[in-house]
């Protein structure tokens, strides 16, 4: 039997400096967008606070008064909450989007100089795949991921402090929990991760040949072949499953390999 041919590594120093070009490029779009962000986690703190306040001044001290102002700002904190989240839908949303429109234009002009012999190898469906799907995955890059993850930052950095204030132990105690829980998963997203890559692969190719098979559709009924085709698929849709499957078994694995 022939050798399979050996898979191309990927080059990680490469996408590093691709990722950084597209950060950059809506630079300032990620900075309004992780301000606006900060100011919606610093408004969504209004209510915790808000409800040990009441609990401490006005049940227990009586300061009923202070009831009316605790409502305008409960109030006042959650307009603003709606207002940064549509800001944010809007700067951000329109931030991946054209990161996403430039890397498909991109990928398909690198497409179009590749030599012949890679389009004898490569379904055109599977390429069409590429172009179109596999972009979308820098919306988290552009999108709400950065600016998710530092709102987290801010959410976890203000919220140990306050446990810090109220309990040190108790809060020294939770941190080793999150730690231990923390390097859990990050062993466990080493394991998904080629999974995660294969089942990728899977489903460009499935999409690859189906987006073939609906294309030349005329070809496929003149010569009978839709029984073939169909089993085709259901192999592809099979695989596809039996790669889900394998995502989720491995997770437990990899957390019972821990212990």
């Known amino acids: 039997m022939p050798d399979k041919p050996?898979?191309?590594k990927i080059n990680y120093s490469s996408a590093w400096i691709e990722a950084r070009q597209i950060v950059w490029r809506a630079?300032?779009?990620?900075?309004?967008?992780?301000?606006?962000?900060?100011?919606?986690?610093?408004?969504g703190m209004v209510l915790p606070a808000s409800t040990k306040f009441i609990g401490d001044?006005?049940?227990?001290?009586?300061?009923?008064?202070?009831?009316?102002w605790i409502a305008l700002a409960i109030g006042i904190s959650t307009l603003v909450q709606g207002i940064t989240s549509f800001a944010l839908s809007q700067?951000?949303?329109?931030?991946?989007?054209?990161?996403?429109?430039e890397m498909r234009k991109r990928v398909q002009a690198h497409i179009e100089r590749l030599p012949i012999s890679y389009f004898d190898s490569t379904q055109s469906g599977q390429l069409i795949s590429r172009i179109m799907s596999d972009a979308?995955?820098?919306?988290?890059?552009?999108?709400?991921?950065?600016g998710q993850i530092l709102g987290?930052?801010?959410?976890?950095?203000?919220?140990?402090?306050?446990?810090?204030?109220?309990?040190?132990?108790?809060?020294?105690?939770?941190?080793?929990?999150?730690?231990?829980?923390?390097?859990?998963?990050l062993y466990?997203?080493?394991?998904?991760?080629?999974?995660?890559r294969e089942r990728g692969e899977i489903k460009a190719e499935v999409t690859g040949r189906l987006g073939e098979s609906l294309g030349g559709i005329r070809v496929v009924k003149a010569y009978t072949a839709e029984k073939?085709?169909?089993?085709?698929?259901?192999?592809?849709?099979?695989?596809?499953?039996?790669?889900?499957?394998?995502?989720?078994?491995a997770f437990p694995r990899s957390v019972h390999s821990l212990r």
């Not at 979308?136 to 999108?143: A, F, M, S």
């Not at 309990?167 to 829980?181: H, K, P, S």
């Open 188 to 196: 466990a997203f080493k394991v998904l991760r080629p999974i995660f």
């Open 228 to 249: 073939r085709e169909e089993l085709s698929f259901a192999r592809g849709a099979h695989r596809l499953f039996a790669t889900s499957q394998k995502a989720l078994r």
């Open 57 to 68: 001044e006005i049940f227990t001290k009586g300061h009923y008064e202070l009831i009316k």
């Open 152 to 185: 987290s930052v801010v959410t976890a950095v203000v919220a140990i402090g306050v446990l810090f204030y109220l309990n040190w132990q108790l809060t020294l105690a939770t941190i080793v929990v999150l730690l231990i829980f923390g390097g859990a998963l």
């Open 91 to 101: 700067i951000l949303g329109v931030a991946a989007q054209r990161a996403i429109t």
């Open 136 to 146: 979308e995955g820098i919306r988290n890059l552009v999108g709400t991921g950065l």
């Open 27 to 43: 630079r300032w779009r990620l900075l309004l967008g992780s301000i606006l962000m900060l100011i919606s986690r610093l408004a």
């Open 6 to 8: 050996k898979k191309k």
